[in-house]
């Protein structure tokens, strides 16, 4: 039986120049010549082969970058907004606001978070979900905002469907640690996990597929891109169309200060018309590292930092100010028919290349773990379907307010374990200030979802309790 399907898999891989992944298949057992057999089978070799030809134009940003403009923009949370709808109605903060209660009243919003990272960076070999963050009870990534979903869920009477997104190095973990802390207050119907594909590493030299182990082909996930077939692949997207979802509201989990469904935010993709709405930060410098939001002939595109050249990242208005300023921060507004007739569209998404350093198996059996970059991972990005999108819109938040992206490992300078608790601390002080309370400087201020979504509820509450002032440690629960 064996021999059959190494001859099968023999004729298929030698007509695709891939035949070395066989190269130990004499050395395995059984079960795994079967692992390694159905990794095969699953793999597009002619796409992989084109892709790899293709590699120095898959996606050729200077055409964008030399015409690309500042993207008109809502800002949240201010009165003075002037762009509007489709028929030039400007759209108010308190419309927006009206707007997005009554969408999350009649159910039709749904949040997905990506999850498919893990904490290497961190030090930390688990799902970045589970990592540490809240700067005095230690809750974790996770626990933040399932919470938030529930208080988001519990003040509308709605329930929230919950996706998370995990990748095959996340999955089985993430499922046991959101099942172990019963999915922390959800019910188990609101809570939709499901695992995003994979895409093989080549070799940069040849093209050729690159073997993690002798029966192990290198895989990594395909990108937060990736979401779109996988919602499609998994039944998510009929599942979420039968219980009346009509906007998905989408973050990365490594940000704990993302305001899940604000409803303002909702409120200004739903009154733009727009098809997609993204969030974003104003850069302070030319060279920031964030997704660059542009417009280009009247279509919203994302041109990464890395892609964006110093000439076009430099240029400034008369004021003084960047003309390129609107950063991504990865939360999105998304209409779901959208995402059903994106999904059905094989262009929608283009690959992008990622130069890796990925060790592997050479066909002698010798484990390679390279200094210098040596693979091609193909990888899609959510932001692409950004120019597909009719009426795409963006929204200006308070980067202190709204981003806190936990990146690097203890004692970098930015986005590490230090920086976003003192952040999230530090925001929440600003809520007790409000209210009318005195913080001690060297006090960590937390505020759990379940206590208080927004700063108002949290002044009415702590206005009950009759607190002035903070000297210690305090978290609000």
Same mark, same amino acid.
Request: with cysteine; charged share 25%; glycine share 4%.
């Given at each position: 039986m064996t021999d059959n399907i190494y001859q099968s898999l023999l004729e298929k891989l030698t007509a695709l120049h891939q035949e070395h992944l066989l190269a130990h298949w004499d050395s395995l057992d059984s079960p795994r010549r079967m692992r390694l057999a159905e990794q095969i089978h699953a793999i597009d070799f002619v796409?992989?082969?084109?892709?790899?030809?293709?590699?120095?134009? =898959?996606?050729?940003?200077?055409?964008?970058?030399?015409?690309?403009?500042?993207?008109?923009?809502?800002?949240?949370?201010? +009165?003075?907004?002037?762009?509007?709808n489709t028929v030039g109605n400007a759209i108010s903060r308190q419309d927006a606001i009206q707007a997005g209660r009554k969408a999350l009243s009649e159910g039709q919003v749904a949040v997905l978070v990506v999850a498919g990272g893990q904490g290497t960076r961190l030090g930390f070999e688990h799902p970045k979900g589970m990592f540490p963050i809240a700067p005095v009870s230690g809750a974790t990534l996770f626990q933040i905002h399932f919470e938030k979903v529930l208080a988001r869920s519990r003040q509308y009477g709605n329930p929230i469907p919950f996706c998370v997104m995990t990748s095959p190095a996340t999955h089985e973990e993430t499922v046991d640690y959101v099942a172990e802390n019963r999915r922390f207050g959800l019910a188990e119907a609101d809570v939709i996990t499901f695992c995003q594909g994979t895409m093989p590493a080549v070799s940069l030299a040849d093209g050729k597929t690159l073997l993690a182990a002798p029966d192990q082909i290198a895989l990594s996930p395909d990108g937060h891109g990736g979401m779109l077939a996988a919602l499609k692949n998994n039944g998510v997207l009929k599942e979420l169309s039968a219980r009346g979802i009509r906007r998905l509201f989408y973050f990365q989990v490594d940000n704990p200060l993302v305001d899940i469904a604000n409803e303002e935010f909702l409120g200004y993709h739903i009154l733009a018309e727009s098809e997609l709405t993204s969030q974003v930060i104003r850069k302070q410098s030319p060279h920031d590292r964030v997704g660059n939001i542009v417009s280009v002939d009247g279509r919203l595109h994302v041109i990464e930092y890395s892609d964006l050249p110093d000439a076009v990242a430099e240029r400034r208005k008369p004021d003084g100010s960047l003309e390129i300023w609107a950063g991504s921060? /990865?939360? #999105?507004?998304?209409?779901? +028919?959208?995402?059903?007739?994106?999904?059905?569209?094989?262009?929608? =998404?283009?690959? #992008?290349?990622?130069?890796? *350093?990925?060790?592997?198996?050479?066909?002698?059996?010798?484990?390679?773990?390279?200094?210098?970059?040596? /693979?091609?991972?193909?990888?899609?990005?959510?932001?692409? =379907?950004?120019?597909?999108?009719?009426?795409? /819109?963006?929204?200006?938040? +308070?980067?202190?307010? #709204?981003?806190?992206? =936990?990146?690097?490992?203890?004692?970098?300078?930015?986005?590490?374990?230090?920086?976003?608790?003192?952040?999230?601390?530090?925001?929440?002080?600003?809520?007790?200030? *409000?209210?009318?309370?005195t913080v001690a400087p060297a006090a960590k201020v937390e505020v759990s979802p379940l206590f208080a979504l927004s700063a108002e509820t949290f002044a009415e509450k702590v206005a009950k309790n009759g607190m002035t002032a903070v000297t210690a440690d305090v978290c609000f629960r």
């Open positions: 796409q992989l082969s084109r892709l790899y030809q293709e590699r120095g134009c =898959l996606f050729d940003v200077a055409p964008l970058a030399a015409k690309a403009q500042e993207p008109p923009a809502f800002r949240l949370e201010h +009165d003075g907004n002037t762009i509007g921060i /990865a939360v #999105h507004v998304m209409n779901l +028919d959208f995402l059903e007739r994106q999904a059905d569209n094989a262009a929608a =998404l283009p690959f #992008h290349v990622a130069k890796k *350093k990925t060790p592997f198996v050479t066909p002698q059996g010798d484990l390679i773990k390279p200094s210098e970059p040596n /693979a091609i991972k193909f990888e899609r990005f959510i932001f692409d =379907l950004l120019p597909s999108a009719n009426n795409a /819109a963006v929204v200006e938040v +308070d980067s202190k307010r #709204h981003f806190a992206p =936990l990146k690097n490992a203890s004692g970098s300078p930015s986005d590490s374990p230090e920086t976003v608790r003192k952040q999230v601390s530090d925001y929440y002080a600003e809520w007790l200030i *409000k209210s009318g309370a």
